[in-house]
């Protein structure tokens, strides 16, 4: 592998999380696929092994290993399972918006609780007719006093249900438009917060998808995240932050079937032979191999990056979470054709890891929608440059 | 409580090979890990103190580089690391093993309770830590599954047995060796590793604890090996099928080839 120079503690990070997706998720991987349950155990394993807190600050109880941490982490884990990891993931996409906007009391009140591994979070913005274009949320939130009254039904959160801290984005000036929404924390448990039946998926059938249902949920104006007005500034910085951990899920994924295939060539038999001794065969690992480090390699440099506190961060972002997702889908599916039918059937690793793969393509905003982002600020950069 | 965890660095394979000259392991180019049955010695311990307060003090004898098996059990919750290196030592047996162990636990002074691994999987011999407990002249429980009680001065544990287990009360200090139904060892932590980084390894030789040299390494050993070597695999067995009848007039007359012959 390309030797990245990991400090001490990315290497930790890297080993332990390695360790955990070895003996504890790969071998329990199919069953939760199967049975579509949310992986508890593990989550309990990643909290006693402070994995949960390792992108949290450590004034706030995490190991303040950034998004880098949370990258390796990520990546890690998903090479054990993507669904399972997913848990861990998307805590990460529903408190990034404590992180980057929250207050201080807010910080304190939320982020230990989500390092120690206590509690998850989500992260709610999509609505049934507001996908890519989330400016057309419907979710309401009016002020009466100091509270706000929130209604309307979030879809697909992931976490939903499970989670106890929720990142809601909620309109409170619909005439304002873009500065129209506001940003939310909601804890279960709020009267009015309810929860819709868990989402059948092609993937990740770890993770747990619901509806997050709103009615006449009072939330007081403390669970503001930055201020009234600022609700799709959050989203966005948000995802400028969290899709580098998209992108080092599907990199994890990718990386597994590398492995697969590679192990599997080296000991499959055709024509007398292991059918990693054809060159067709091994010019599709080498591409594999060299297309999942190219990928890694962009997502690195994008948290490091983001770590380093650079402001233009939202084009490499959506570049790694591009690179490394269509990466995972091509890497998979090649991965499928080399086990040949084998790859086809349950009983073998990979037809997962091209189902799990697939939502890499989506959520976080679509490869379409990452695609937007990246021609758009390079015509920006042009506009500056002349 | 103050909980004493005997770890054996070993080489991370199933197939230790022996030099056919010396009789002896060889350990060259073979990654070193803690032997298995003492990442449930260190867990049991950890859990103790998790009960009843107090510390984990974890000990090896070994060479310098079992070091890091130290620092993996700090990692995994222990409090304090003792390696107890010497040239010295080199060669020790069993006999020898149990009692530079015993004088480091001396020199420790403040224990309540040993815990040793069941056996070392390289070795094999389950007899340092039968052999630590006559050294120190206290009571022992090998083979122990659970931990029933444990309090100042008191402990009721169970003891695996092939036919079941056994309930045993004693007084504390105590050694017990560990088998792997006692617990599910928990995965290092980030922090556990990040305080094994930085955590001091206090090293002991022969002098700091006062051993006796004629009790140690090659000279203290009594064990000779005249020979090492692999037993034969076991022959495959036989199936007999057919008719009920026929197949245990068979097995009859079969058996009584093997008992008499
Ligand atoms: C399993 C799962 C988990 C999810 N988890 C969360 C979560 O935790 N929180 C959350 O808020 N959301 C979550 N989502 C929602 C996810 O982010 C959206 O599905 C995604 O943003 C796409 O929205 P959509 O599905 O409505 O697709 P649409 O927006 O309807 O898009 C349909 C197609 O049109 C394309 N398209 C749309 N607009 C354009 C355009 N302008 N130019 C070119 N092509 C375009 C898209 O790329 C796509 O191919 C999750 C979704 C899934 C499936
Ligand atoms: C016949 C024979 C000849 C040998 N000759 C040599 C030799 O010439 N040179 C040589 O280097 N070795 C030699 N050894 C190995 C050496 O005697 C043993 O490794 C050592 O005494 C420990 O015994 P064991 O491995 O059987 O451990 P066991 O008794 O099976 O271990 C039980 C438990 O005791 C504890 N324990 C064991 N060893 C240690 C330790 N070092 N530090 C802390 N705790 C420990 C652990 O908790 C372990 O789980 C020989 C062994 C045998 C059986």
């Known amino acids: 592998m390309v030797d990245y120079l990991l400090t001490e503690e990315q290497k930790m990070i890297k080993e332990l999380c390695h360790k955990i997706a070895l003996e504890k998720i790969k071998p329990v991987a199919a069953e939760y696929d199967e049975k579509e349950e949310f992986p508890w155990p593990i989550v309990k394993i990643l909290a006693d092994s402070d994995v949960c807190g390792v992108y949290i600050p450590e004034q706030y109880g995490g190991m303040g290993a950034g998004i880098m941490g949370m990258a390796i982490a990520t990546e890690e884990l998903s090479w054990g399972c993507g669904g399972i990891a997913l848990a861990f993931a998307a805590t990460g996409l529903g408190t990034f918006p404590i992180l980057l906007f929250g207050n201080d009391e807010q910080k304190k009140k939320y982020l230990p609780v989500i390092a120690s591994g206590k509690k998850l979070a989500a992260f709610a913005l999509t609505e049934a007719e507001a996908g890519s274009d989330a400016g057309s949320i419907k979710t309401t939130a009016k002020k009466d006093g100091d509270y706000y009254i929130l209604n309307g039904t979030k879809q697909w959160i992931t976490n939903g249900g499970e989670a106890d801290i929720y990142s809601v984005v909620a309109i409170t000036d619909k005439t304002k438009g873009a500065r129209g929404a506001t940003a939310f924390i909601v804890e279960k448990g709020t009267k009015g917060l309810e929860f819709g039946k868990k989402e059948k998926k092609l993937g990740i059938r770890a993770s747990a998808t619901r509806e997050v249902i709103f009615t006449d949920c009072r939330v007081h104006k403390d669970n503001i995240l930055s201020r009234e007005g600022m609700g799709f500034i959050v989203a966005m910085k948000t995802f400028d932050s969290s899709r580098p951990g998209v992108a080092a899920q599907a990199v994890g994924i990718a990386q597994r079937a590398l492995d697969e295939a590679t192990a599997y060539a080296h000991q499959r038999k055709q024509f007398g032979q292991a059918i990693s001794s054809f060159q067709g065969i091994q010019f599709m690992l080498a591409d594999m191999a060299t297309q999942v480090e190219s990928a890694r390699a962009l997502v690195y440099s994008a948290a490091r990056m983001i770590d380093a506190g650079s402001k233009d961060i939202a084009k490499v972002s959506a570049m790694c979470k591009l690179l490394a997702s269509d990466t995972a889908m091509k890497v998979t599916t090649d991965a499928v054709q080399i086990f040949g039918g084998y790859g086809y059937m349950r009983e073998y690793p990979v037809e997962k890891l091209m189902r799990d793969a697939k939502i890499t393509q989506i959520y976080e905003g679509t490869n379409q929608i990452q695609r937007s982002v990246i021609a758009m600020n390079l015509i920006k950069e042009l506009a500056k440059n002349k | ?261």
């Open chain 2, 1 to 261: 409580m103050n909980i004493i965890v005997c770890i054996k660095q070993v080489p991370n394979t199933t197939q230790v090979r022996i030099n056919p000259e010396t009789n002896t392991l060889i350990r060259e180019g073979v990654e070193s890990v803690i032997n298995p049955f003492d990442t449930y010695a260190i867990e049991e311990g950890v859990r103790i103190k998790d009960k009843t307060g107090g510390k984990v003090t974890v000990v090896t004898m070994g060479p310098p580089q079992a070091e890091d098996a130290l620092r993996e059990a700090i990692s995994l919750g222990c409090d304090e690391a003792i390696l107890v290196s010497d040239r010295k030592f080199a060669g020790s047996d069993t006999w020898a093993t149990s009692y530079t162990l015993s004088q480091t636990i001396r020199k420790i002074k403040d224990y309540d309770i040993i815990i040793c691994g069941k056996q070392a999987s390289d070795g094999d011999t389950a007899q340092v830590g039968p052999g630590i407990s006559a050294h120190l002249d206290i009571p022992q429980v090998t083979y122990v599954r659970k931990i029933e009680e444990i309090s100042a001065g008191h402990a009721k544990v169970e003891r695996l047995t092939e036919e079941g287990y056994e309930i045993i009360e004693s007084k504390l200090p105590l050694v017990i060796t560990v088998v792997k139904e006692i617990n599910e060892p928990r995965m290092p932590s980030l922090k556990g590793k990040m305080r094994a980084k930085n955590a001091q390894v206090l090293k002991w030789n022969a002098d700091d604890i006062e051993c006796n040299v004629n009790d140690i390494g090659l000279n203290g050993s009594p064990t000779r090996v005249i020979k090492i070597f692999t037993p034969p695999p076991r022959k495959g067995g036989e199936i007999l099928k057919g008719d009920t009848h026929e197949v245990v007039a068979k097995a009859a007359d079969l058996l009584k080839n093997v008992i008499i012959g």
